[in-house]
């Protein structure tokens, strides 16, 4: 759908443009063919990290077992991803609630650390006023690569954390950072597609954790 | 989780995405026109957060950033009602049942706004909102954690954008006609009392103006009620106060 590269040329051409139905037409053929490609990597990334989902949910539902708390994190959408999955940990549609704390909403925290230490310590900072061995620490980058995503990763590792990482583009600095033990990779260039295909991961992984923590925590 | 089979799937996506298409359209409008795009996620905060980064900070370099701010529902309806100018855009994003987006829909018109309900499960039923984008079939706690509501408003955001580069698309199409009375043209509007005066006489927000009209007609009234004004005159009380 981009314009004509010369198009700047001719501005009257898209100026006088009056076709209101055929452009209508063209935007729904065009939402329905995403929601297509949004449906199909979603199935096709839960069915390739089947088993990396697994074990990540088991070490996470030991960690909650013996009281550990989960801490998410994220950059702008992913730091909605980390809000919603504290949420989703929290307030359950089903299951038992898990303790879960979102370290990008109080907005005196984020600006204090940005001021004063730098951005790419604003949840390594807080991992290490916060994080305790056997916690969970759970980050997402679209791209792989946010600095303060990975230094986090780095920091929760030292301390004992188990580590959690959702992120796009296969080879990125998160996939191969030793610290980051379990690793969730999204296959496709798009932000938004990856974005939604973490949402499906994240909500399969808190839905086998939910299994584990039911099947273990009773005799 | 599963996700739907493709086949039941593909018939709501087609409406779902026909939705999109007529919203897209009317978003790149209003926004042409200088609207600010308000946003509310009651049951779930963090999608009205995510909507509002989508349109002002573009994930694809290039694509002008847009006005959109993010609103707590707690405070909803007074930072709404204060901050919104006429001819912004009232954006809900919730499940049909939600009774704060069902509240601040009710206003929107009052406070001169235009309204868009994106959401999913069952479709909420008349018209609540000058346009609705639903994903049918699918459970409102599952997309919104699924990956499908976030696509929807990534949908939303993408079409926007491709709408503005037909240029020649983005004047406003014709007046809306829903309001003509048969017999009188002017069937009666909106309108949210904002005080009480001596002598029945009330001040209210219609079209996102004050102006003072005739409540005698009417029940005894109260700051946040809303009512049905037809030449002047409240004529029907409509609801109680926002709670």
Redesign the interface.
């Known amino acids: 759908m981009s314009a004509e590269p010369t198009g700047f040329l001719y501005p009257f051409i898209d100026a006088e443009e009056r076709d209101e139905a055929a452009l209508v037409t063209e935007l729904a053929r065009s939402a329905q063919s995403k929601m297509a490609e949004s449906r199909g990597l979603r199935s096709a990334t839960l069915e390739r990290c089947r088993d990396g989902i697994d074990a990540a949910a088991a070490a996470m539902a030991a960690c909650f077992l013996q009281g550990g708390r989960l801490l998410a994190f994220g950059n702008g959408g992913s730091a909605t991803d980390a809000e919603g999955t504290v949420g989703l940990f929290r307030h359950p549609p089903h299951g038992r609630s898990l303790p879960a704390l979102s370290l990008v909403d109080d907005q005196a925290v984020l600006t204090a650390l940005s001021n004063d230490v730098g951005f790419e310590l604003v949840f390594a900072r807080q991992v290490i006023a916060h994080g305790r061995a056997g916690d969970i620490a759970v980050g997402f980058s679209t791209s792989g690569g946010s600095v303060n995503i990975l230094r986090a990763f780095e920091e929760a590792a030292r301390r004992d954390l188990l580590t959690i990482g959702l992120c796009g583009y296969e080879g990125a600095a998160m996939t191969v950072s030793d610290a980051v033990h379990h690793c969730l990779v999204v296959r496709s260039e798009s932000v938004h597609r990856i974005q939604e295909a973490q949402d499906a991961l994240m909500l399969e992984l808190w839905s086998t954790v939910q299994r584990y923590v039911a099947q273990n925590e009773r005799p | 989780?599963a996700?739907m089979e493709?086949s039941v799937?593909?018939g709501l996506?087609?409406s779902?995405?026909?939705d999109?298409?007529?919203a897209?359209?009317a978003l790149a409008r209003w926004f042409a026109a200088g609207a600010t795009m308000w946003c509310v996620a009651p049951e779930?905060?963090?999608?009205g957060?995510?909507v509002a980064?989508?349109f002002v900070?573009p994930?694809i370099v290039g694509k002008r950033a847009l006005p959109a701010v993010s609103v707590d529902a707690a405070d909803a309806i007074s930072v709404v009602r204060l901050a919104a100018r006429p001819g912004d855009i009232l954006l809900a994003v919730s499940s049909a049942g939600d009774t704060c987006t069902a509240d601040l829909l009710a206003r929107a018109d009052a406070w001169g706004l235009t309204s868009l309900w994106l959401g999913a499960g069952s479709r909420p039923k008349g018209s609540p909102a000058d346009l609705v984008v639903w994903l049918e079939g699918v459970?409102p706690?599952?997309a919104?954690?699924?990956?499908?509501m976030?696509?929807m408003y990534?949908?939303l955001w993408?079409?926007t954008h491709?709408?503005f580069?037909?240029?020649?698309?983005l004047e406003p199409?014709p007046e809306r006609t829903d309001e003509v009375c048969v017999t009188c043209s002017d069937e009666g509007r909106v309108a949210e009392v904002t005080a009480v005066q001596p002598d029945r006489r009330v001040e209210v927000l219609i079209g996102g103006r004050r102006e003072v009209v005739d409540a005698s007609l009417v029940d005894p009234v109260q700051p946040g009620d809303l009512l049905l004004v037809h030449a002047g005159v409240a004529i029907t009380s409509l609801g109680g106060a926002a709670s």
């Open positions: 989780m996700l493709s799937v593909s996506e087609e779902a995405a026909a999109l298409a007529v897209s359209l779930w905060p963090s999608h957060r995510h980064v989508e900070h994930v459970d706690a599952v919104s954690r699924s990956g499908d976030v696509l990534h949908l993408e079409l491709v709408v580069e037909h240029p020649g698309l199409g």
